[in-house]
């Protein structure tokens, strides 16, 4: 099926005389005959539910959809993309190991790196997106286990070279992983590119609708683990907490990724969605691809007033002619990119919050990428936490207004922005 279908049809299949849309199992646990058969689920013989802080059906429905999505083999849910990446990474790498990562991430996947998993012992070195080949190099380490970066980085908007990234991540023997929420799987699919591992906040785009946080997990099913024995033991050498269980013997390359992520991460860190929150979810993703085209027609035509204004003084936004990453955006993403736009005034920030104080139709709120237009000021907001050198290597410069287009109509979106400018 091509990806306007798999939005709506992906991930289950009714049963003659079930219901047509994806069932909501609200329960915490499942019943069975006998107590061999939950020892087979514990044991991971078998397939099936035992409890839903692992796995719930329609949790799994909604990842299936995803992964189907993305051309994955298998895929996961998390309780918000923040534990998605979080789970992404320790997957593979413990105490005294260490992450290659682009410098241009969101700011609280920045600070999960570089300050919480920092004091779990692992260490992150981050490199700019547009790096030499020999300072990319640079950034390895003998006890590197992974390389991360964003497709479209939040809220720099910088469009990373995937295949370039991925070879990199390739040549030492790791896998690449790669947040794709911006661009989601209906504009770019980093894992036709070389990605291993693909992330998304569900929270934006996905849903899309403000209703539900949420993440997910997709395995690319290519990264040989055993290929690479010693360096990602959690995979290739028995598990004792699962009685010896090897995952990449057991459950192959398309596989073993996101059990061991269920069956050891989701077990202990209990980050897992609700059945519903799955279901609402679900709910957008069968208008993702329909949105998708709205939201890139409506943010590539803001860009274009913004860029024309004499008051603004810079736009970023990847499907401009005049992006610098208007060649990769072609390569990666023809069809379009994202409805998020940045750019700035001079006045600094106070300029900027004076902008946004005056629009009507666009909101301010910590949000981004749904049907509503909203805006943000992330040095005071999301990227807060982060020092000034710090925001400069995320790309987030203190003017910033990050203005996420919604699905309105493009005409009021810009007489809402021409009035506000007007009155600065």
């Known amino acids: 099926m091509r990806k306007d279908t798999e939005c709506i049809h992906a991930g289950y299949t009714p049963e003659n005389g079930g219901p047509r849309m994806i069932p909501i199992i609200e329960s915490?646990?499942?019943?069975?005959?006998?107590?061999?058969?939950?020892?087979?689920?514990?044991?991971?013989?078998?397939?099936g539910y035992f409890y839903s802080r692992l796995q719930n059906p329609t949790c799994d429905m909604v990842a299936a959809k995803l992964a189907a999505l993305e051309g994955g083999t298998a895929g996961m849910l998390t309780s918000?993309?923040?534990?998605?990446?979080?789970?992404?990474?320790?997957?593979?790498?413990?105490?005294?190991?260490?992450?290659?990562?682009?410098?241009?991430?969101?700011?609280?996947?920045?600070n999960l790196f570089q300050v919480t998993?920092?004091?779990?012992?692992?260490?992150?070195?981050?490199?700019?997106?547009?790096?030499?080949?020999?300072?990319?190099?640079?950034?390895?380490?003998?006890?590197?286990?992974?390389?991360?970066?964003?497709?479209?980085?939040?809220?720099?908007?910088?469009?990373?070279?995937?295949e370039r990234f991925a070879n990199a991540a390739h040549a030492h023997g790791v896998p690449f992983i790669i947040d794709?929420?911006?661009?989601?799987?209906?504009?770019?699919?980093?894992?036709?590119?070389?990605?291993?591992?693909?992330?998304?906040?569900?929270?934006?785009?996905?849903?899309?609708?403000?209703?539900?946080?949420?993440?997910?997990?997709?395995?690319?099913?290519?990264?040989?683990?055993?290929?690479?024995?010693?360096?990602?033991?959690?995979?290739?050498?028995?598990?004792?907490?699962?009685?010896?269980?090897?995952y990449a013997e057991a459950f192959g390359n398309g596989g073993a990724f996101i059990t061991k992520a269920t069956a050891q991460l989701m077990r202990d860190f209990g980050s897992s969605p609700s059945a519903f929150s799955a279901y609402i979810?679900?709910?957008?993703?069968?208008?993702?691809?329909?949105?998708?085209?709205?939201?890139?027609?409506?943010?590539?035509?803001?860009?274009?007033?913004?860029?024309?204004?004499?008051?603004?003084?810079?736009?970023?936004?990847?499907?401009?002619?005049?992006?610098p990453d208007y060649e990769l955006t072609q390569k990666y993403m023809p069809n379009g990119t994202c409805g998020v736009v940045a750019f700035g005034l001079d006045g600094g920030r106070a300029k900027a919050e004076e902008v946004m104080g005056h629009l009507k139709v666009a909101m301010i709120a910590t949000h981004v990428a749904d049907a509503h237009t909203c805006v943000l000021h992330p040095a005071s907001s999301t990227h807060r936490q982060l020092t000034d050198d710090e925001l400069v290597a995320c790309g987030v410069r203190p003017e910033m207004i990050r203005y996420s287009a919604g699905i309105e109509d493009v005409n009021d979106l810009i007489e809402d922005l021409a009035q506000a400018l007007d009155q600065v």
Request: with cysteine; glycine share 8%; net charge negative.
């Open 28 to 47: 915490t646990t499942f019943k069975y005959d006998s107590s061999s058969d939950m020892a087979d689920l514990f044991d991971l013989k078998a397939p």
């Open 180 to 246: 794709n929420t911006f661009a989601t799987p209906i504009n770019c699919r980093p894992i036709e590119w070389g990605a291993d591992i693909v992330t998304h906040s569900t929270t934006k785009y996905i849903d899309g609708h403000d209703s539900s946080v949420g993440g997910a997990i997709i395995d690319g099913g290519n990264f040989d683990w055993m290929a690479h024995k010693d360096k990602f033991p959690g995979l290739t050498t028995p598990d004792d907490s699962y009685h010896g269980t090897v």
């Open 117 to 162: 998993m920092k004091k779990m012992g692992i260490d992150f070195t981050f490199v700019e997106p547009d790096c030499t080949d020999d300072e990319l190099e640079a950034a390895f380490r003998p006890n590197t286990k992974a390389v991360f970066g964003e497709t479209i980085a939040n809220p720099a908007l910088k469009v990373l070279d995937i």
């Open 281 to 323: 979810i679900n709910l957008g993703i069968e208008s993702l691809s329909v949105r998708m085209k709205r939201h890139c027609e409506n943010g590539l035509a803001i860009a274009e007033y913004l860029e024309k204004h004499p008051k603004v003084k810079w736009v970023t936004y990847p499907g401009l002619k005049s992006s």
């Open 80 to 110: 918000s993309g923040q534990a998605a990446n979080f789970f992404s990474v320790f997957n593979l790498a413990n105490a005294g190991d260490h992450v290659v990562s682009a410098s241009t991430i969101y700011g609280g996947t920045f």
